[in-house]
């Protein structure tokens, strides 16, 4: 006697199932493929890999002085003493400061724009060495509280 009994299965469900293989092995043999398949891209050497910057997006000097200076201002003008308002608006900052950083390339180079938009990375490296002092406080502040036994 055999330990390994296969399961029982009718006749017309093996029937059926051997009619759905027998489907599928079909469609796949008889069909060739005359285009490559989903997803599939023909590597095409880039006439300009040897650029370091390509845009679609073209933005005049004014335009960028313009975000920039709105940017800083906004930034500037802020209570970074506030927790609540920073963690709603700093995600959205980030962002910005992400597309100012791509579309100031161009003219990085000019002295009035790479200023500006120097001056712009010193005020996020302060805004988050203020951040941070202000959670080493916070962090303090909660040792000093659990210490005295008050929590």
């Known amino acids: ?4 009994r296969p399961p029982f ?3 017309s469900i093996k029937d059926k199932m051997a009619f759905n293989i027998a489907r599928l092995a079909a469609r796949t043999v008889a069909k060739p493929r005359a285009m490559p398949a989903f997803g599939a891209r023909a590597t095409v050497p880039a006439p300009w890999a040897g650029r370091s910057y ?6 005049s000097r004014d ?5 920039l200076d709105a940017y800083h201002a906004e930034v500037f ?14 995600p959205f900052w980030e962002l ?6 791509s579309i100031v390339q161009p003219y990085i180079h000019e002295e009035d ?4 938009f120097s001056e712009v990375q010193e005020l996020m490296d302060v805004m988050y060495q203020c951040e941070d002092v202000r959670d080493h406080l916070n ?3 909660e040792l000093c509280t659990r210490a005295s036994g008050f929590m």
């Open 1 to 4: 006697r055999s330990l390994f």
């Open 9 to 11: 299965i009718s006749p």
């Open 54 to 59: 390509l845009t679609v997006v073209k933005y």
């Open 63 to 67: 335009d960028v002085m313009a975000k």
């Open 77 to 90: 003008a802020t209570n970074w003493a506030d927790y609540l308002n920073l963690v709603y608006n700093v």
């Open 96 to 101: 910005e400061y992400e597309k100012l950083s």
């Open 113 to 116: 724009v790479g200023k500006k």
């Open 139 to 141: 962090e303090l502040a």
